[in-house]
């Protein structure tokens, strides 16, 4: 329990109203009981604080001259809500219990204070830094390294020599450093191209649920530091991905593309293979990025929704999209 | 083994030819034997009818008045064949034996008559219903609460806390309850958002193979009754989805969307954040959502395939289309 | 450790230079050392290749001609490249080590020199070919088959029944045989059809990381000889693929559809279900296939990436598309 004061102290923002107002948890606008505080950062959603429970309200300085109840004032409120959330969620401990039913090979280096839980494999000459949280059915491969406080959740997968920095979170079922889809094709068939490279996540990197990052085949495969991948996302083998650059769910980025600093890559997206795409970019969702991109901006690609009906008889024009284009030019050319 | 004209007593349906005709299993048209019987639901199809080595087939009237064998009549053969199988394969025996190489703690409340695979956690305060069919591999966190009947195949994992309602089945690798993409950027970089709500699926949900559903941020991310999704779908936190609602593969919903009752959802869709589908929406498949969608009826967005000499020049023209579409108008207003 | 001479001899290739170069391993013309070989395939790093350290470089002649230093001279440098790489990882061994954190069924017939990692689950009635390499945290359901040479890696699931040829490599976290997504509707809701049939590999299929393949519905899902799937695919129930196949990251096949043999698939593409793709097809990255192909030939499907701006005015065209066409007709007949 912390009063609105002491939060408002914590974070260095200004406060109205009742101080002393004891606040235990965070709450939506929705759903907040009188002991919580919530937060506006979505204006869709500014209709629901005239009814708000909530014993608090994060909101910018706009919005809080329109709010009669207690509120601390935050330039970015989102910011604000991560910031106290932590707060409350820091207050809880964790754990440094090895499961007995779990095999630690005698030749790993386990730190004295990390958790590992039931069925957890860490193979030999694994180093596991200080205070890491490890989940159930975790599979560590020979040689890999984890950076102190470090978080792998139950059934992650990382596979031989892979290197994870600092404060690095996996979520359950993610695949580290399986093999490039790497294959030339011979008369009789594919050749498989061994893939000998690694997977290197900087610190503070996200990694999503069943989200597969493949190895490098000769060099490895990049993450720098602070980047967030969502769930269901497949890097591709040599891809390089710059600090603080983010990717929401089911994105693919095919092998050896660089992708730069303080991207936000949309869910959906598909980005070919061997293209540069230069530091904050933004890509829409479901878009296909078939060229490199060399400059700053917002980019889209997905075709329009429509009702079926239309649909049909919009994409059949489409098809002859070309020819119509060339009627109208020599309509105009015939003026 | 049943004879013919018990199927169609159990099933309440009109049968013709010989009611005798003995049956085993099910079978498709074009391999099934004497002692099976086969359907016919999809018109592409109907060429093997005719030479199909199948003891009796379920069809609807009008489809038998053109065939001679035996047949059930049905008004919607595939429900029936539905039906059909469902009764041979319900002879088969489910087990109630707990694997010695599993974890269960002591604190865990499993009922008697459950089935337990091999190296599965089941973690503290976890609620294990009657008669659940749970495989190798699993991963139950801490407050976990499955109804009665649920089926958890192999190296699924439920996260702490998630509520499945009763005769759920979670396939293969898929994770309930991993944390959403909630992330709040701060001038140093992302700051992560705690997520402390839950996954909550109603009775009769079926979750596809490596399917992600995020916990919510705050309140709960939540499926309702019948809801049946396929392989490889992301739904994003606090996401709702209505009774009844399917979902084909590859499908991604974004965080707070609210999809209505009775949605038929293609594969490979895309459906960003913070909107509203309304009930009875069919979306085609690889169409992006960006929009609320406040009415019934049928939706696509795919762009049309085309062959590639093709595809470049109207793709070309598609980036300039804005420029053909004023040409025309002033062409129009010339005349 | 190889000289030049004995690369050349192997392949039965040309080289030009020193013959008695010493060659340790593969590297990239960007990273190599001296007592590497690397290889120039991809036209877009021909600016690399001046300055690299590579003790030797596979070119193909016309290249050849232009560089100075040690060269093996290929038709296809990148086949040559993949067969040198697999002479320096072929002298690794492998092992034959039964990890006794495992759970072998008394009743399944698994070969003497095969390697089985910790908290791996062989069931009852498996048969396990020689040489077999099986990871940790594997699960291989009852009635399963491995062919002679199969790479299980960690955390993969092969559900009951499923066959597999010889030399198939199946990657972290795929799913061989979860249940396909079979609903009928009846009036109370979705009736599951029972899934009864098996997933069918041939020899030398190799199936990416969380990847997953559905049984059949009665008969089976069948891929060839030499079919390489990517990480985070979805293949449908009953779906076939033909020998030499292959499909990039995050493709989807819907039940029923069949595919030919020597097609390239791209990456994101959807293939709807009871369609024929007929041999040698193939289809570009994130295209949507509504109809069966029947000539071979290369298609493309997405829409083009655009700055936002563009985007949202070319978009809103695309939705009245047909009504401008006509336009243009109009002003065409008036002329």
């Known amino acids: 329990m912390k009063t609105l004061y002491e939060l408002a102290d914590s974070l260095g923002l200004p406060f109205r109203g009742n101080g002393q107002c004891l606040i235990s948890s965070v709450g939506t606008l929705a759903h907040a009981e009188s002991s919580q505080i919530s937060f506006l950062a979505n204006p869709k959603y500014t209709n629901q604080l005239q009814n708000t429970r909530a014993g ?16 601390l004032i935050a330039p970015d409120p989102y910011v604000a809500f991560a910031k106290v959330a932590r707060l409350f969620v820091d207050a809880k401990q964790t754990n440094t219990y090895i499961h007995p039913q779990s095999f630690i090979h005698p030749e790993a280096q ?21 205070r890491c949280q490890i ?49 030339a094709r011979d008369e009789d068939g594919w050749l498989k191209i061994p893939q000998t490279g690694i997977v290197r996540l900087g610190n503070d990197c996200e990694i999503g649920a069943n989200t597969t990052i493949d190895c490098g085949t000769i060099d490895d495969t990049i993450l720098g530091n602070d980047v967030r991948l969502d769930n269901q996302i497949q890097i591709g083998h040599n891809v390089h991905i710059g600090d603080h650059t983010i ?21 959906g997206v598909g980005i070919v293979g061997h293209i540069e795409i230069c530091d904050n970019v933004t890509i829409q969702a479901m878009s296909l990025v078939t060229h490199s991109i060399k400059e700053a901006g917002q980019f889209s ?18 098809r002859q999209l070309d020819q119509w284009v060339r009627k109208v030019n020599q309509l105009e050319k015939k003026k």
């Open 247 to 267: 990717m929401a769910g089911c994105t693919a980025v095919a092998g050896s593309t660089m992708i730069g600093r303080n991207c936000l890559i949309g869910g």
């Open 301 to 318: 690609g997905a075709a329009p929704l429509q009702k079926v009906a239309d649909w049909r008889k919009n994409a059949a024009r489409y």
């Open 135 to 183: 989940g159930h059915h975790v599979t560590i491969e020979s040689g890999v390294v984890l950076g102190n406080d470090c978080v792998i959740k139950s059934g992650v997968t990382i596979e031989s020599g892979c290197k994870l920095g600092q404060r690095c979170i996996i979520h359950s079922g993610a695949v580290i450093g399986a093999d490039g889809f790497g294959l």
């Open 56 to 71: 608090a309200v994060i909101l910018s300085e706009s919005v809080a001259d329109k709010f009669s109840g207690n509120v």
């Open 110 to 130: 386990v730190a004295d204070d990390v958790s590992v839980g039931a069925f957890t494999v860490i193979d030999a000459d694994v180093i596991v830094g200080q």
